[in-house]
């Protein structure tokens, strides 16, 4: 018996990234403009931005980001899952990780400047 035609084309776009957990994390860090990710511990890879942290750790369904502001007065973590079964594209963790800089930076400049003004 032959699969239906939408249920075929979802489970060829599910199999066609053919991502495995090191190549995810490296295309992620290299749409970032970042070299590879580094092995830090037997399952983890880490990589950073300026301003971001970035922790992966496999997970038995995808891959398990972290993402970490170190220079924050209170330290902030975000968690993002990638499911392999959800087909996910390494430009969408890309964005999210971009937003997620981005906010921090905000955030710095705004407690840089009340600090300064504290001051006088």
Known sequence: ?????????????AESPGYTFESFADEVARLLGLPPTMRTGEFERNSETDYVWL??????????????????????????TAMWHNSPDPADVAAMV??????GRVQSLRSLLARVLRRR
Not at 65 to 70: G, K, T, Y
Not at 71 to 79: D, F, H, S, T, V
């Open 55 to 80: 922790l992966w750790k496999p997970d038995r369904y995808g891959a398990v980001l972290q993402m970490d502001r170190p220079e924050g007065e209170l330290r902030q973590a975000l968690i993002i």
């Open 1 to 13: 018996m032959s699969l239906p035609s939408w249920l075929r084309s979802h489970l060829a776009a």
């Open 98 to 103: 971009r937003a997620y800089e981005r906010r």
